[in-house]
């Protein structure tokens, strides 16, 4: 029998041990802090008349020594010869994570993504999620600070409340943009596929634990599941889909219920394939397989109306399961469309699936 857990003995954690005795080390499932990927953790507090609230968000940005000695954009120049100015300012990649996950989603990517570029990569909590708390409702409350409202509306709106309370601190006014100028990456998000999907959601919500006894557990099954491939990034993004629910007795629950938010799973991805073709930005779309193309947009990609970027073996979290060549994919994107400075190591390649 097992001397950890007294059970048979064919146990993991027995097996486990014996790795470890044997000289090999076992996986570890210790939780990392955000502190090992971003460089600062802060509010935005947001008031609007439907929405009163404080939005977590996280910061990473290129070092100055890396930014000062980055190596101009050497990248061909357009058709025609004509070759755009180098940016002067660092871009400001603004980065949103599904239901579900948090801004910590993000954390190994933009590690990786500032090693290769001079830009500032910033993730924040939508309502609900991570980290990011709306008021306590008052008895005068209309009903209007709903804090459970999922509408794209509500979420739009929360996206760009956020952004424009950063664009005004004192932290970003010091690098204002150099014009507007913008791009738009949508990772493994199709509206066909995401739309036939959501029969099955109710089915695989109720199949995930509905507790865990610690969050070494909770990142354990992340892993092993499949929810995220990539035991790094599973190890700083997953305890932020959980909360503690009692610290007396200690278990972690889903920080969210999304089963809750089932009435506006289809206003999420209804219209998105034109909403995004129809977008006047330079376009990217990431996918995980090319199976996940709708008709719509095979025929924009025909037409050449965005790049697709293909990342096999990966899960539905493309940036969590490949951080490193989703970050080379987003840095030679950025370096291509002149709205960012390639860092004196790092070569971007060409496009292509």
């Known amino acids: 029998r097992c001397a950890v857990c007294q059970t048979g003995r064919h146990c993991l954690q027995k097996r486990l041990l014996q790795r470890s005795q044997h000289g090999v080390n076992p996986q570890c ?36 020594e890396d930014a000062a000695n980055a190596a101009h954009n050497d990248m061909p120049a357009s058709p025609g010869g004509i070759s755009a100015p180098p940016v002067q300012s660092p871009p400001l990649v603004f980065l949103l994570h599904g239901g579900g996950f948090s801004g910590l989603s993000w954390a190994a990517m933009s ?28 008895p005068e409350d209309d009903g209007r600070h709903n804090d459970m409202d999922f509408s794209l509306d509500a979420l739009t709106n929360d996206a760009a409340s956020v952004l424009n309370c950063l664009l005004e601190s004192s932290d970003f006014s010091a690098h204002p943009p150099s014009g507007v100028s913008a791009q738009l990456v949508v990772i493994d998000v199709v509206e066909g596929s995401a739309m036939e999907a959501l029969s099955s959601m109710r089915g695989y919500l109720a199949s995930r634990p509905s507790r865990f006894p610690s969050l070494q557990a909770a990142i354990q099954w992340c892993y092993r599941s499949g929810t995220v491939h990539n035991l790094d990034s599973a190890r700083v993004s997953f305890p932020g889909h959980l909360k503690l629910v009692d610290p007396t007795q200690p278990y972690y629950t889903w920080r969210i219920d999304l089963s809750s938010t089932e009435s506006h799973w289809s206003g999420w991805f209804h219209g998105m394939s034109r909403k995004f073709l129809e977008v006047p930005a330079a376009k990217m779309l990431l996918l995980a397989g090319v199976d996940r193309l709708d008709r719509e947009l095979t025929v924009g990609q025909m037409q050449g109306k965005f790049q697709m970027q293909l990342l096999h073996r990966s899960g539905h979290a493309v940036h969590e399961d490949h951080p490193e ?9 950025l370096v291509r469309h002149k709205l960012a400075r390639a860092l004196a190591d790092f070569h971007p390649a060409p496009p292509g699936c």
């Open 29 to 64: 499932f210790d939780p990392l802090p955000w502190e090992t990927y971003f460089d600062k953790r802060d509010f935005a507090r947001v008031e609007r008349t439907d929405c009163s609230g404080s939005f977590c968000y996280y910061v990473k940005e290129t070092r100055p």
């Open 111 to 138: 590690a990786s993504l500032v090693g290769k570029v001079v830009c500032r990569c910033v993730s924040f909590d939508i309502r609900g999620h991570g980290d990011s708390v709306f008021d306590e409702k008052s």
């Open 325 to 333: 060549h989703v970050a080379e994919v987003l840095a030679s994107f």
